[in-house]
């Protein structure tokens, strides 16, 4: 046999490799930025067209390259960062594998331009699919420009799946403040379609920030530091106020790179416990500084992903570090670990003398009391007694796991049956005969653990999960009014005006048509701030912010192969957001409604995000469950 293994050529390689290291144009930015940030520039301008379908230049007015070094920069494994194995545990540079600018140049057109400061000329190299098209002498200043044409022009498939202009952008910008908030000394630009986004002078930590998130930004935030032999902790936290309900502004940078860590999220989010308000998340900008031989970052080009070698002990730094700046800010209570807790007493209390707590007893009290009037009262003509042992009830399953218990439900059948009812009157356990209490108004459907509707049919009974269910008729009205533009909206008496940031709004202005039709009614006054007039019928003025938020984290977080369309994440978006939650009380009314409004969907099964949205029991399965 002979034989068939063989070297891949360069250009497959390359284009293999940028699989891996350039997903969208943000990644492309990503690497280019950093490079210019490694070459020591101290201005660094960024030009996008098209969210960067056509065009994504740096220009940087760093070191530069000579001629050979241009020439090399675009083979793979080629840097001038790392020389030996070793450097890599003591990295101060974004860049090191030497990857980047070969993937680049395999998936795009490439126009590079670069002159080290004590040239006369430059040099200038274009390369289209890793083979250079031609390399001369040129004029130039000082810096180096790389300009990335028509991405993914020889991969269909990758380009086909970029998604829309809005969503492409929000990744490029979200690069950009990434790297802009970690080098706060570098002023930075970006333009987009020829109109200026982000013009950032060099500055502080504090005004970059403000910079990048807008002038109201600076009041919100809370000064965070604390120097330790294993970690510097510097930056932000902002106020608990201030938050946001669905995601906030969350930023970790180790060594004035970003990263991603839910571990180091959790403490911070525990120094916050308490203060938020519910469902709201801590936002922050923590700037932390370690020996880069304790860290690990050599885990994926893409990836943002840090291992630090103490991370028990950062976590204990970093939230203590937080807690103190809550309580010296007056957010939250001071809690000092470094005083003495009785130099806290407040003065007049010193000489007094401590006096033993006084505990009263209620003697009339009586624990078998209200079993009794149950017993007495029997059920029906108990009605001020009805709510509280609704009440009891429910916990007595409280602690039981909520999936398909279909166990728990044998005892609601048994109590349904009136002879049932006589038997176990007597004899049963209180809470056991409440349950039974509970039910008896309803006719034809009965609410369970404010999670599953139960309802009977046929051939036996259906439970239906509320929240699911909902969320599936919401999602076809939502479709349905998106494409038919008839929705019901209330106008309102006093607009609502919502902070966004630019690029929020950039996405919400393409979203803009698509939420008009499902009845809310928009403008956009001025930069950053987002004017509701009119609300969809179904959605309370207080949600607005929440439905909004949700959204937007949505629309962002789509990743680019699921090739879903915008109308679809919106619809998906707005249903989750606004359907009735586990948890929420429904009365008769609003059950029935539900369940005829759910056998009307066409999809009736499967919640928008295909989960199953009810399961019948058989009297059958029922049946057979009783004889096991
Ligand atoms: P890495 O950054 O991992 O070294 P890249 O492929 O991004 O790999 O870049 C290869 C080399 O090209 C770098 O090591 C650097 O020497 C040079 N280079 C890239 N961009 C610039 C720039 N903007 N200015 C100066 N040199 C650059
Ligand atoms: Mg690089």
């Given at each position: 046999m002979s034989d068939i293994i063989k070297l891949l050529p360069d250009h497959v390689a390359n284009q293999i490799a940028a699989g891996e290291v350039v997903q969208r144009p943000a990644s492309v930015v990503k690497e280019l930025l950093e490079n210019a940030i490694d070459a020591g520039a101290t201005t660094i301008k960024l030009v996008v067209k098209d969210a960067g379908r056509?065009?994504?230049?740096?220009?940087?007015?760093?070191?530069?390259?000579?001629?050979t070094d241009a020439r090399l920069s675009f083979e793979r494994h080629a840097t001038s960062k790392i020389i030996a194995a070793d450097d890599l545990f003591a990295l101060s540079t974004k860049g090191f594998r030497g990857e980047a600018l070969a993937s680049i140049a395999a998936?795009?057109?490439?126009?590079?331009?670069?002159?080290?400061?004590?040239?006369?000329?430059?040099?200038?190299?274009e390369i289209e699919g890793s083979t250079i098209k031609n390399q001369e002498v040129c004029a130039a200043p000082k810096g180096?420009?790389?300009?990335?044409?028509?991405?993914f022009f020889n991969i269909p498939a990758r380009r086909n799946f970029l998604k829309s202009d809005a969503v492409e952008l929000r990744h490029v910008i979200d690069e950009f403040q990434r790297v802009a908030l970690a080098h706060e000394a570098i002023a930075f630009v970006l333009y987009h379609n020829d109109s200026e986004l982000f013009n950032l002078p060099k500055t502080n930590k504090r005004q970059r920030i403000v910079g990048v998130f807008g002038p109201k930004t600076n009041e919100k935030l809370v000064p965070v530091s604390e120097e330790t032999e294993i970690v510097n902790i510097d930056g932000f936290i902002i106020k608990p106020e201030f938050s946001k309900k669905t995601k906030g502004e969350q930023f970790f940078f180790v060594n004035d790179r970003f990263i991603k860590h839910p571990?180091?999220?959790?403490?911070?989010?525990?120094?916050?416990?308490?203060?938020?308000?519910?469902?709201?998340?801590?936002?922050?900008?923590i700037y932390l500084k370690v020996n880069p031989k304790t860290i690990d970052i050599n885990i994926h080009p893409t990836k943002t992903e840090v291992k630090f070698e103490d991370e028990q002990a950062i976590y204990t730094l970093l939230r203590a570090a937080v807690k103190h700046s809550l309580g010296q800010f007056n957010i939250a209570p001071i809690l000092d670990f470094n005083r003495e807790s009785n130099m806290d007493t407040p003065y007049s209390y010193k000489n007094k003398e401590a006096q033993v707590p006084k505990v009263e007893v209620d003697r009339h009290f009586n624990p078998f009391e209200q079993e009794q009037k149950v017993k007495t009262s029997g059920f029906s003509s108990a009605p001020t007694y009805e709510k509280k042992s609704a009440a009891g009830w429910e916990n007595l399953y409280a602690g039981l796991d909520r999936k398909n218990d279909t166990s728990n439900f044998s005892h609601v059948e048994i109590e349904n049956e009136p002879e049932a009812e006589s038997l176990f009157v007597e004899q049963e356990s209180k809470g056991f005969s409440e349950a039974k209490?509970?039910?008896?108004?309803?006719?034809?459907?009965?609410?369970?653990?404010?999670?599953?509707i139960v309802s009977a049919i046929k051939s036996g009974m259906m439970l239906i999960d509320q929240s699911r269910a909902h969320q599936r008729v919401l999602y076809e009205e939502f479709l349905r009014n998106i494409t038919v533009k008839e929705s019901?909206?209330?106008q309102l008496l006093f607009p609502l005006r919502l902070d966004f940031s630019a690029s929020e709004i950039d996405i919400l202005k393409e979203l803009k048509d698509s939420l008009e039709n499902t009845g809310f009614a928009l403008s956009m006054p001025e930069a950053g701030v987002l004017e509701v007039s009119g609300i969809p019928a179904s959605i309370q003025e207080s949600e607005v912010s929440i439905v909004l938020e949700q959204l937007l984290s949505d629309v962002e977080q789509e990743v680019p192969d699921t090739g879903f369309s915008q109308t679809d994440v919106l619809a998906k978006s707005m249903a989750k957001s606004m359907a009735v939650k586990t948890g929420e009380k429904l009365d008769e009314l609003s059950r029935e409604h539900l369940v005829n409004k759910l056998f009307a969907c066409t999809e009736p099964t499967l919640s928008p995000f295909l989960k199953k949205t009810f399961i019948t029991l058989t009297i059958d399965e029922l049946d057979r469950k009783f004889n096991a």
């Open positions: 056509t065009l994504i230049q740096v220009i940087d007015d760093g070191k530069g390259m000579s001629p998936v795009a057109h490439v126009d590079l331009k670069t002159k080290p400061e004590d040239e006369e000329v430059g040099t200038r190299i180096t420009s790389i300009a990335v044409k028509n991405l571990y180091l999220n959790h403490s911070v989010s525990a120094a916050f416990d308490g203060l938020l308000p519910d469902r709201a998340r801590a936002s922050y900008f209490e509970t039910e008896s108004d309803s006719a034809n459907t009965y609410q369970l653990h404010n999670k599953y019901v909206s209330q």
